[in-house]
């Protein structure tokens, strides 16, 4: 199982950004999969989820109406697109994978909101 997560950097407050996740390694379009970040000195929380087929999608209290996650089974690709970005979703975006009673991660990539 491989996840690569792309699309992060710096960009100022009121900005948007796409992140994408290409995983390889497992039938993609048979798990749900989901988007985490960790911020300097805190957990890592959960940001935002979507089941295997994109019917549902869950997000936290503090991202709910401006991120919205989808995904393309063909491309074994899931994004977060962020938008109405803040200071304080500034931290590493990791997208996870659960097979088999096991999580899988991504490398991590860096969002940075700041002016």
């Known amino acids: 199982v491989q996840l690569v997560e792309s699309g992060g950097g710096l960009v100022q407050p009121g900005g948007s950004l796409r992140l994408s996740c290409t995983a390889s390694?497992?039938?993609?379009?048979?798990?749900?999969m989901s988007w985490h970040r960790q911020a300097l000195g805190k957990e890592r929380e959960l940001v935002a989820s979507?089941?295997?087929?994109?019917?549902?999608?869950n997000y936290a209290d503090s991202v709910q109406g401006r991120f919205t996650i989808s995904r393309d089974n063909a491309k074994n690709t899931v994004y977060l697109q962020m938008n109405s970005l803040k200071p304080e979703d500034t931290a590493v975006y990791y997208c996870?994978?659960?097979?088999?009673?096991?999580?899988?991660w991504g490398q991590g990539t860096q969002v940075t909101v700041s002016s």
């Open positions: 979507i089941t295997n087929a994109g019917g549902s999608t």
């Open positions: 390694g497992f039938t993609f379009s048979k798990f749900g």
């Open positions: 996870k994978v659960w097979i088999r009673f096991m999580d899988y």
